[in-house]
């Protein structure tokens, strides 16, 4: 059930997740294709923009009623349409250049247009010039060459236009934004929440495992230590070279192995405060190894310091299930390395065995209470030794070494940290 219920937990927060960022996806691009099409409407407003100032501009020059307007004129006319934007209105001859001006031209050179049939846009700075078909000049009651309206203006309407699409660029850009970064904010705490859930049902599960242990524990450890000893008074008296003495000898190792078992699960429920003390590190691994017993160790302890604030006694235990690990999963020929260190601030105990490794599918398993990879054992050696090391503040891990065997790590940070 509740494997279930984190499936479909973590389905609807991918579903949620996946859909915010396509919405905000969505929602992006939207105001940049709105951006885009205000980009792209530029000329077409600029040339809506020229023929409004030409309409009135050639409206204004028929009222006149005469071919070339005074520079007033065209001044007044020019005042009367600058809130809509038009700057500078002139008359622009190919033999005599600007004939009458009303308003300010731009600084840029002005050149004889090519084409005249219809307006041409060219962009000179901040401004819009156009140059239209214009009236012929009148000298003496003739008419003179016939001359081309110049225009100028500021592109005002597009720039309105321009300026609130990408005004509304920004704040879509931004509303997708932080849409986006909700949907991750919600994601990562989710995670967290569902890693505090799985944490909580862990230690309530490991709870009851160790209430149930105990109790089983303690109802088979006097029963069992009558049985293994009435065993071993059964075995003195049998000869070594009896038909029963095989079968007795058995049953005083399975007493044995039960023994350990429970041994195992009183240490793994046993609680109570660390008794913290001042432990000479040397000291505690050379005695940790002698406990061993049996098999070549090298100890390192040139990089360690002296002494260390620990529980010596639940220290040695991590140490006794840390190289009894180590010996099962070594060749009997092969030497297992037990190195101390300081590392920045902290202990560090570094344990390598000659082994095969450990499976990779079993490395982020093998420190779970009752798993192990061996057809004897518990299952709860590793568990107990980091219990220990956490009760300490510290860490245990495990790697396969990259030359062979595998890698036991004990971090210990200083008292207080």
Known sequence: MAAELR????????GWLLTTLALGVALGFASWANYRSARDAVSTLHLGQAGVFEGAVMSALRDLGRGSPEPRELDSLVAAHADAGLRFVGLFSREEGLVTLGGVPSA???????QAEGPGLVEVGDRIRTFLPGPPIRSGGRSGPRVHLVMEFEPLVAGQLVNRAFRSLLLGALAAGLLMAMALLFWRASLRREAEARVLEERKRLSTLGELSAVLAHEIRNPLASLKGHAQLL?????????ERAKVDRIVREAQRLEALTTDLLDFVRTGPLDLQPVGVEELLHRAVAEAGGRTVEVETSGAPERWEMDPQRMNQVLHNLLRNAV?????EAAIGLRAAAEGANLTL????HGGGIPEESLERIFEPFFTTRTRGTGLGLAVARRIVELHG???TARNHPEGGAEFRVILPPRGS
Do not use: K, Y
């Not at 499936?7 to 991918?14: H, I, L, V």
């Not at 075995?235 to 038909?243: H, K, M, N, Q, S």
């Open 328 to 332: 099962e999963a070594s060749p009997a």
């Open 7 to 14: 499936r479909s937990m973590s389905g609807a927060r991918w």
């Open 108 to 114: 840029q050179p002005f050149e004889d247009p090519v």
């Open 350 to 353: 570094l344990l390598r065995d």
């Open 235 to 243: 075995a003195e008296r049998i000869p070594e070279d009896g038909p």
């Open 394 to 396: 510290g860490t245990l």
